[in-house]
């Protein structure tokens, strides 16, 4: 890399760390102005209000940076290629007959860092910090939230159901388990008990859910062929083991919400018998979606150069809105491609590709329009 490539590779990372300071402290003020009160309750001293703001907001950083980061490395792109050319300095380069695209080296190059930064935060802080994101304001953590009902689709279609779940001990409270008719049960069964618990497959221990203190006991007579291999009543009577691999996370938001979950748990869930079409289609779409983020970003900043860097305009202000609209209008398919696949519409892998295509042409077409 040459000095001129380091000075762009430098800019370019320190503009983005500048808006995206700006833009999390604007975030940080306009939410702590509407929500201080949830803050406030319960709070002691000032030292303690002040830390729980500090330490919500710490944690909602690494989301604001999955949400807001992509945006920012294109606008500083155009920023720092509208200061280039308000400043005069990509002259000297066309002039010794540098093409205008050799400036696409460093930029790409801090696109790729940044996006590097924007995968780690994905695949390992976000997940690591799951719970601490769901957790309410002024809350010291998200040890209980609503059940989110599931279908088994390993079990028949068996329904899973609560009233809430303990984060800390990975289990549920008021478990109501019904099995289905006649797959499993030859009459309707609805299993409820005090807490139910997920143990992971070990040896030669299928995964499933122990559910303790029944409020009924359970006639083994009652269940089929099928529902003797799946559902197990304990020898003290009050407790049953229940085959299943709807794991506990899949219960509350953080198994609805893919944001929260790495690309290896994705795939996990996409793999698992016990996830239903719709959810499959969710984290399909979700995981191709990762994979197509840093080659749209890419494709944007070859997108943004030629428009910024007009050979024939009437001032940078202009070729800056230009190019602000056409990267807007690609925003836009982008996310009308991905709504497309969220309704099933679209297949999720053409959903998530389709852009990466167009993007692509896009950019070839305005190739024509730098400056030499």
């Known amino acids: 890399m040459t000095t001129f490539d380091r000075y762009l590779l430098g800019r370019l990372l320190h503009t983005f ?30 030292g303690e209000l002040a830390l729980r703001i500090a330490e919500y907001y710490l944690f909602r950083c690494a989301d604001f940076f999955e949400m807001a980061g992509p945006i920012l490395i294109v606008i500083a792109v155009i920023a720092v290629l509208g200061l280039l050319q308000k400043n005069s300095e990509t002259y000297p ?26 995968i780690l935060n994905q695949e390992l802080i976000i997940p690591a910090i799951a719970v601490q994101l769901q957790t309410p304001r002024g809350a010291a953590t998200a040890q209980v ?31 109501a388990f019904n099995l289905p008719v006649p ?10 008990a005090e807490t139910a618990v997920f143990l992971p497959s070990k040896e030669k221990r299928p995964s499933g859910w122990l559910l303790k203190n029944l409020t009924a006991v359970l006639d083994p007579e009652m ?21 299943s691999e709807v794991s506990f996370d899949q ?6 919400n893919t944001k929260l979950l790495s690309s290896m748990q994705l795939i996990q869930r996409i793999r698992n018998p016990s996830t239903g079409i719709v959810p499959v289609r969710g984290q399909s779409l979700a995981l191709h979606g990762r994979i197509t983020r840093p080659i749209l970003c890419l494709l944007s900043i070859a997108m943004a150069l030629p428009m910024v860097m007009r050979k024939e305009s009437r001032s940078l202000i202009m070729n800056m809105a230009v190019c602000s609209a056409v990267l807007g209008a690609a925003y836009a398919v982008t996310q009308g491609c ?4 969220s309704a099933g519409i679209l297949r999720p892998d053409l959903a998530a590709w389709l852009p990466v295509i167009l993007n692509g042409i896009a950019s070839s077409w305005t190739a024509s329009y730098v400056q030499t």
């Open 17 to 46: 760390v500048v808006f995206f300071v700006a833009a999390y402290g604007l975030y940080i003020v306009i939410d702590l102005f509407t929500n201080i009160d949830d803050f406030q309750h319960g709070t002691a001293s000032m």
């Open 93 to 118: 380069i066309l002039a010794s007959g540098v093409p205008a695209f050799r400036l696409l080296k460093p930029l790409l190059i801090a696109a790729l860092v940044l996006n590097g930064g924007l």
């Open 145 to 175: 939230q609503k059940v989110d009902p599931v279908y088994d689709y390993s079990n028949h279609l068996m329904y899973i159901h609560g009233e809430t779940v303990l984060i800390e001990t990975h289990s549920l409270s008021d478990a």
């Open 183 to 192: 797959q499993l049960a030859k009459e309707p069964v609805f299993l409820k």
């Open 223 to 243: 269940l089929t062929e099928e529902g003797a291999r799946r559902v197990f009543p304990l020898e003290n009577g009050k407790d049953v083991f229940i085959v």
């Open 251 to 256: 219960l509350y938001n953080r198994g609805r």
């Open 338 to 341: 991905m709504a497309l696949g």
